[in-house]
């Protein structure tokens, strides 16, 4: 047996389960079965042709050599951007720790408290660093939550102010390029006119609704904005402020000079550059607006017990985001990340993030002094770490720089900007120095006295991060126990399954990990020339190629940070597409009903209607529907979106006549692949007649859930499409009639990227189309074990057979008073996280295996629901004192001096002999949701500050 094959370590079955799990499926071989599942007339006829998978060891010989084309410069280009130090403590406890990385997205709240409360300390940080009340966690990056702004504050504009049409938006000529950008792509197709100027010469008109503001400038200049926000709120005028949330720790808060709306990245908090993301961005704004943040909000409520605990708050998002009523189509965003920058903020604390601002500004200082003493100017009169230079010639200075490999951003002929970071040493400041003293010709000076340069005006007064969390674990021991205390409260891969239907969360393997803590991938900047990025920009072609190759389509762009995102994109190409036609008219989205609540989000932001089409009791389209609806609209039909296979996990058949009727009337196909770990190597989107698609890599592609992102969600489309894919203001990418950006960055999260290209090189075509069959074949093995059981499942294929995940009803257990909530509480105490609760239908669990889940594990599953299923039959609805309501059980409830329960403390918490072996101990007891988004708080401080006993 060849061991080092990559494949045998990914997909969970072992040869010898394969007879076991055939017979129980009644399937003579697993090619019988996959004929059995997919309808021929879309299996591909080819293998896919990708080259030959690695193994581990040479893969990652491989990935080094590669990482070495990447030049690691002195990068002080800024705009957004910083070289920063990832505290070790830190990296190895979280990046590196699959108890951390390889979470779900907080929903079961029982087991989930750690990552609650790192994304909670997050929250706080960010409300004290911006003075507002309010943070959510997180977005997606700076761009995006600065577009989130503005489509918030247009949601919120009055009613008068809706009535007579207000709809233009301020933008400063100091904010950053790549927002700029994404601002553009999103005033489109809600028709916000966008005005552009200076903050100093604004005429305050009541005909705009807001303004961003960019705080610092994007070269460094600091404004005292407080005038500006007092006359635009006279006007009812909202002001978004763009800040940089390391500069907040020694400036004065927006919340203080009156901002509605604080957004910006915690990149520089800790997180690698990693040539763009994936970095977490955060959105801060007022009490009053709380019902309108986009994104998740953690929050704090009480247990059964009345035990503090935190939960997600007020809007349950993802799957159940508000369709069409959606002015945010957020889903999967960026907690790991936010994670670590929240953790970075505990490590240093209030006392150690000044003397980390200190640090970068009293540097910069010197550097302005030194400049000064050789007669070179900088125009900032007040700036934090970055100066903008006048110099004779910038491309003389150019090429002085990077031959001492140093990077500085070139404005235009006569001006530079540099932007100093945490790591700028004294020494770094000599080299910086001796550029200027070179390329103007003159002797360099090294002043080292720092007076700063902040008037009253804009320098912080208030106090922040008083809170006990950040006051408490500086030495490492704490720390590094601080971080294993909130790991251990949550479930993760590292414990049991966790059978998202959906959301495939597979294996994310060590290796494919392994390479994102290598210098060489985190510390390049997104805006470097991309010469020095060439390590880079092969691993990103390899990739595109690769998901070229899946999907069967022509051009892959990486740079949306999500599937949602990804929807946005190919939507907002498709609108590109019948433009460039001059049937820039057509504006009909059809969706079916059983759509993830993201589709409809995005149609609505790319401005398009969305028309829904129903689903036949068999869970397939409906035909006559869908013929109707598309015949009707034939004149403005732009596209429909369809999920395959279907949300409910089912092939179906006439996908090829469905895509056929929308291209005979006009439009063009989005297919949502988030089901793509279904198709890979036996069919593929542009085989069933798909123009465009998006993949979440964090899903079929390996990348791991982070607790709720990071994520990559490019989009593959067809040649048509091609040149309308985005692009990006600093460094051209995208089609040549690129759309303006998704992102901030031209390859969005191009870190993450390198797991992808890690998961798809390792299992070559075999092991991919292995593990597409395994999850196949996984996921048809429950269903009949379940269906044995007495469970009904909804939804099957012609022959009877589930695709990769299938939907188990729970509406049955009503008449036992059971609810499909009772039942994915109860799991906990089996070890397990619920499948995906009540979508695409209400009251079922979806589950969905994976390929890397082997037999045993399966069958504890099944073992689990099967168990709970018996233990329903005993409940009866006039009597919910059972075992079932009362769940989770909680260790302290077990070992308390008393129990009054009606059934055995060993029935409660050790129901089945494979739980003594392995316990999970939820760390609180069912929470209340509702009382939770009465008493809205979404800091840390401590509850009783909140609450009345
Ligand atoms: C996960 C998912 C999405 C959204 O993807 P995100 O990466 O979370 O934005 C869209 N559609 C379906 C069917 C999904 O499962």
Not at 430 to 440: G, H, L, S, T, V
Request: hydrophobic share 40%; net charge negative; proline share 5%.
């Amino acid at each position: 047996m060849n061991t080092d094959v990559f494949a045998k370590r990914h997909i969970g079955i072992g040869n010898k389960d394969l007879g076991t799990m055939l017979k129980k499926v009644g399937a003579s071989s697993l090619d019988q079965l996959i004929t059995e599942t997919i309808p021929a007339d879309i299996r591909l006829e080819e293998p896919l042709d990708l080259a030959p998978a690695m193994d581990e060891h040479s893969f990652l010989n491989h990935l080094h050599s590669v990482s070495q084309k990447n030049k690691l410069f002195k990068t002080y280009i800024g705009l957004g951007y910083h070289d920063t130090i990832t505290p070790s403590v830190i990296k190895r406890n979280i990046l590196e720790n699959p108890g951390w990385y390889t979470a779900y997205t907080p929903y079961q709240a029982e087991i989930a408290q750690g990552r609650l409360e790192a994304l909670l300390n997050f929250q706080t940080v960010i409300t004290e660093l911006t003075g507002m009340e309010l943070a959510n966690a997180s977005l997606l990056d700076e761009a995006t939550a600065a577009a989130e702004a503005m489509t918030m504050l247009f949601a919120l504009r009055s009613r008068a102010q809706k009535k007579q049409g207000v709809q233009k938006f301020f933008v400063s000529e100091e904010v950053l390029p790549q927002t700029v950008s994404l601002l553009k792509t999103r005033a489109i197709p809600l028709e916000i006119e966008l005005v552009f100027g200076s903050h100093t010469d604004f005429d305050f008109d009541p005909a705009y609704f807001g303004a961003l503001l960019q705080y610092p400038g994007k070269y460094g200049a600091i404004y005292d904005y407080e005038g500006f926000v007092t006359k635009a709120h006279e006007q009812e005028i909202k002001v978004a402020v763009a800040a940089d949330i390391m500069s907040l720790v020694l400036l004065k808060s927006p919340g203080e000079f009156g901002a509605d709306v604080v957004v910006g990245t915690t990149q520089r908090f800790g997180i690698p550059l990693g040539y763009g993301g994936p970095h977490a961005a955060f959105f801060a704004t007022r009490e009053a607006y709380k019902r309108n943040i986009p994104g998740r909000i953690i929050g704090v409520t009480k247990d059964l017990d009345g035990k503090r605990a935190l939960r997600m708050a007020l809007q349950t998002r993802e799957q159940h985001i508000k369709r069409d009523k959606a002015t945010s189509n957020i889903c999967t965003a960026q907690v790991l990340l936010a994670v670590m920058a929240g953790m970075y903020a505990v490590y240093h604390g209030p006392g150690g993030l000044k003397y980390i601002a200190n640090k970068i500004h009293g540097r910069t200082q010197q550097l302005a002094q030194s400049l000064a003493a050789m007669g070179v100017g900088q125009q900032n009169t007040q700036y934090f770490d970055t100066l903008n230079i006048k110099v004779t010639d910038s491309a003389k200075l150019k090429a002085i720089a990077e031959a001492k490999e140093i990077n500085f951003h070139y404005i235009d002929g006569k001006h530079v900007s540099v932007s100093l970071n945490e790591t700028t040493s004294d020494l770094d400041l000599e080299a910086i120095i001796a550029c200027f003293a070179e390329a103007e010709g003159v002797k360099a000076e090294n002043h080292s006295e720092t007076t700063t340069v902040l008037e009253a005006s804009v320098a912080r007064t208030q106090p922040f991060m008083e809170m006990e969390v950040f006051n408490r674990y500086h030495s490492e021991t704490e720390m590094m126990r601080y971080i294993k205390k909130l790991e251990r409260k949550d479930l993760a891969l590292n414990h049991s399954m966790i059978s998202l239907g959906s959301c495939t969360m597979k294996l994310n393997a060590a290796t494919e990990m392994l390479p994102l803590s290598w210098p060489q991938w985190g510390g390049v900047h997104p805006f470097v020339p991309v010469d020095q990025a060439a390590g880079y920009q092969e691993v990103l072609a390899s990739l595109e190629h690769q998901l070229n190759v899946i999907t069967g389509f022509a051009g892959t762009s990486l740079q949306p940070n999500s599937g949602a995102q990804g929807e946005y994109a190919g939507l907002m190409c498709i609108r590109a597409y019948h433009e460039s036609r001059g049937e820039g008219h057509r504006n009909i989205c059809i969706i079916p009903a059983s759509a993830h609540g993201t589709n409809p989000a995005s149609a609505v932001m790319a401005g398009m209607k969305v028309v829904v089409t129903k689903t036949d009791e068999k869970g397939n389209i409906d035909l006559n529907d869908l013929a109707e609806k598309a015949e009707k609209h034939k004149e403005n039909l732009s596209a429909l979106m369809v999920t395959y296979p279907s949300t409910h996990g089912v092939y179906e058949s006439s996908i090829k006549q469905i895509t056929q009727l929308i291209h005979d009337n006009g439009g063009q196909v989005y297919m949502d692949g988030a089901n793509m770990n279904a198709q890979v190597g036996l069919t593929n989107p542009a085989n069933i007649g798909a123009d465009v698609c998006h993949l979440n890599l964090h899903k079929t592609f390996a990348i791991p859930h982070g607790g709720g992102g990071p994520g990559v969600g490019p989009i593959c489309v067809a040649p048509q499409l091609v040149p309308f894919l985005p692009g990006n203001p600093v460094i051209p990418t995208g089609g040549d009639q690129a759309i303006t950006a998704i992102s901030a960055a031209p390859w969005g999260s191009a870190l993450a990227c390198l797991i992808s290209y890690a998961y798809i090189s390792l299992l070559g075509e075999k092991g991919l189309t292995d593990s597409t069959r395994a999850a196949i074949l996984n996921a048809n093995y429950m269903k009949e074990r379940l269906v044995d059981g007495g469970f009904d499942v909804l939804y099957t294929g012609e022959q009877g057979r589930a695709a990769h995940e299938m939907i188990v009803d729970c509406r049955p257990f009503k008449t036992n008073g059971i609810e499909v909530t009772d039942i994915a509480k109860r799991l906990m105490d089996y070890g397990f996280h619920a499948p995906t609760v009540s979508f695409p239908v209400a009251g079922t669990l979806m589950i969905e295996p994976t390929e890397s889940e082997g037999l045993a594990e399966l069958d504890r599953f099944c073992d689990a629901l099967l168990a709970i299923k018996n233990e329903i039959e005993s409940c009866h609805a006039e009597e919910p004192n059972n075992v079932l309501k009362n769940a989770p059980h909680t260790l302290e409830m077990l070992t308390a001096d008393s129990w009054e329960l009606p059934y055995s403390r060993e029935k409660a918490a050790y129901p089945l002999a494979y739980v003594t072996e392995n316990k999970f101990w939820p760390s609180v007891r069912r929470v209340d949701e509702a009382f939770g988004d009465r008493n809205l708080i979404c800091s840390c401080a401590p509850i009783e500050d909140f609450i009345e006993a």
